[in-house]
Structure formats: structure tokens, C-alpha cells
């Protein structure tokens, strides 16, 4: 019997953040529910609340502790946050709660990190909104070194740590894999020499393969740049999906547009544009679905099966 062929490209999907309320038992059986269906990874946003086009304040669990739930009730998928924003812990915190989420997944964590950008939830929660992207660099070194290699003394503008040492340390010698959660022109100066993935939003490429290939050669340039050799810091991105029902994504901020056109809810559909992702250059997607129930999760579990069968 012939074995299948190998699957072009991984594929995840986002598990939900504000667009309903969800409670625990829903979460924890969407995730065993993509890891039953056969998909790669899982993925929780990091934020902490959003005021809602319809007047509604609403929030989603906090990423890290979820992730740390959802790593206990799963054992092969992998996991990881689209993308944990540096803003929202201190630093040598943030690497604390990695290793320990690596170690209770087994080595199953991909750490996406990132600046964030949702001033409502800095001002809410009393984090500093300003200078993100310096705050970020430094974190980035915090976060990345304690991982990697599991003491730090840093001292910068923002952050300062006096010998600190990761310990536990993370499942995998060397910690998580890091993907850089940006495709700005700063930020890829920053995390490209060190990345190991690079991911964009689906909004950023207009949720079109044609259009991710252009962004792709654009960050394949400046990782050239930084020193990378080719295909060493492998692309990501997150894609739009939408199946009978879904209400849209917007949210009320420039990042969601209007005029993307969304992938339709359907295996055919799904596995030709994940095809097509590939085909770009992704080497994995986060599958942004819209409604996201158990149902829909089986329905990319579906399009995953006709990928291996291509």
C-alpha cells in the first residue's frame, strides 16, 4: 500500500477570540476536535478585550493560561499564540510561561511574538502604549536568550534583568520555535536575524496567494539582509475563511478591510487556496474560520485530508 504524499504546507486554525462567547468545554473540544481531523496546530490570540462595532466590550480568555489548558487535554498537535504581544508580560515572565507551556505540551509550542497594536487594551490593563517597537527589541532579547540559552543580565531603556536564569528550561533544548509576528520594515530589521518563522495577518495580503508571494519576496529580501540564507526563516500566514453564516471580521480598526475577499467555507475550496498558499511559498497557515464551531473545524479537517491525497 502507498503511502500518502507528504502534505505541501502545514495547516492550523485559530480557535476563537471575541466573535461569541465561548466557554471552556467548547474550547477544549474545538481543540481536540482539530487534533481528531488530523490538522497540524492550533493557535489563541493575545488580547485582552475589544469594544465591539455593536457597542458590546468583550473580551477572550487569556491566551497563556489557555494555552497551557489546552496543551494538557491534546498530545499531538501543536500550539502556539497568534501572536503573544511582549507588551502584556515582562519579558523574562514571557519566556518563564513559554518553557513552561513547551513542557506541558511535550515540545508542542510555537512561540509567535510580536508588539502589539490595540491601544483600547494597553490603557485598559495599564500597559504603555508608546515606543512599542523598542520595547519589543528589547524583550525579543530577553525572551529569545532565556530560551535559547538560559541566563540573561540585560539592562536597557525598558527592561532590566540581573542574571537571570530559565529554569526549568523549555521541553526542546533550545527552546520553542520564535516567529516573528510582523512584516513591518523595523521590526523585520529586528526579528529576521533570529526568527525562525515569519507570519502576516490575512488582511496584510489581501488574503490572496498572489499577493503573499509579493510580500513573501519582500521579506525573503530583507531576511537575505539580515544575514539568513535562503528558506532558513520559513513563511506563515493566516487565512480568511468563510462558510455559510459567517458575520465578517471587522472590527472596527484599519486592519480588517472590508474589500478582502474571504475563502469560501468549503474542503474543495479550502485545500485549492491552502494549494495555491503553498504553491507562494507558506510553509503553514492559521486558518482564521468565520463562524468558528467544532463543525467547521471538521470541515478543514476534510480539505486537510484532500491536501494529503493531492
Excluded at 298 to 310: H, P, Y
Aim: with cysteine.
Amino acid at each position: 500500500m502507498n503511502s500518502p504524499r507528504p502534505r505541501p504546507l502545514r495547516l492550523g486554525v485559530q480557535l476563537p477570540e471575541v466573535e461569541r462567547r465561548v466557554e471552556w468545554p467548547e474550547l477544549l473540544d474545538m481543540a481536540r476536535a482539530a487534533e481528531d481531523v488530523g490538522l497540524d496546530s492550533v493557535w489563541l490570540g493575545d488580547h485582552l478585550l475589544y469594544d465591539l462595532p455593536s457597542g458590546v466590550t468583550r473580551g477572550p480568555w487569556e491566551a497563556w493560561t489557555s494555552l497551557a489548558a489546552l496543551a494538557a487535554v491534546t498530545s499531538r498537535i501543536e500550539l502556539g499564540p497568534l501572536v503573544a504581544s511582549t507588551s502584556f508580560h515582562a519579558p523574562a515572565m514571557l519566556a518563564k510561561m513559554a518553557a513552561t507551556v513547551d513542557a506541558i505540551s511535550g515540545g508542542r509550542l510555537l512561540l509567535g511574538l510580536g508588539a502589539g497594536w490595540n491601544e483600547r487594551e494597553y490603557a485598559a490593563f495599564g500597559f504603555p502604549f508608546d515606543q512599542r517597537v523598542g520595547r519589543f527589541e528589547e524583550a525579543f532579547t530577553i525572551v529569545r536568550t532565556l530560551l535559547r540559552e538560559g541566563r540573561i543580565d540585560f539592562h536597557g531603556s525598558y527592561y532590566d534583568v540581573r542574571d537571570c536564569v530559565l529554569d526549568p528550561a523549555p521541553a526542546r533544548e533550545g527552546g520553542p520555535p520564535l516567529m516573528l509576528g510582523s512584516t513591518g520594515p523595523r521590526m523585520l530589521r529586528i526579528g529576521l536575524p533570529h526568527a525562525d518563522l515569519w507570519n502576516a495577518w490575512w488582511s496584510s495580503y489581501a488574503n490572496s496567494p498572489t499577493e503573499f508571494a509579493r510580500l513573501k519576496a519582500r521579506v525573503d529580501a530583507a531576511a537575505a539582509d539580515a544575514g539568513r540564507a535562503p528558506g532558513e526563516v520559513a513563511a506563515t500566514a493566516a487565512v480568511y475563511v468563510q462558510f455559510p453564516g459567517g458575520a465578517g471580521r471587522v472590527k472596527g480598526d484599519s486592519g480588517y478591510a472590508a474589500s478582502v475577499v474571504p475563502v469560501p467555507g468549503d474542503p474543495g475550496a479550502i485545500a485549492e487556496h491552502a494549494h495555491a498558499m503553498a504553491e507562494a511559498g507558506a510553509a503553514h497557515l492559521q486558518l482564521v474560520l468565520d463562524p468558528i464551531t467544532i463543525d467547521t473545524v471538521r470541515v478543514v479537517g476534510e480539505a486537510a485530508a484532500l491536501l494529503d491525497r493531492a
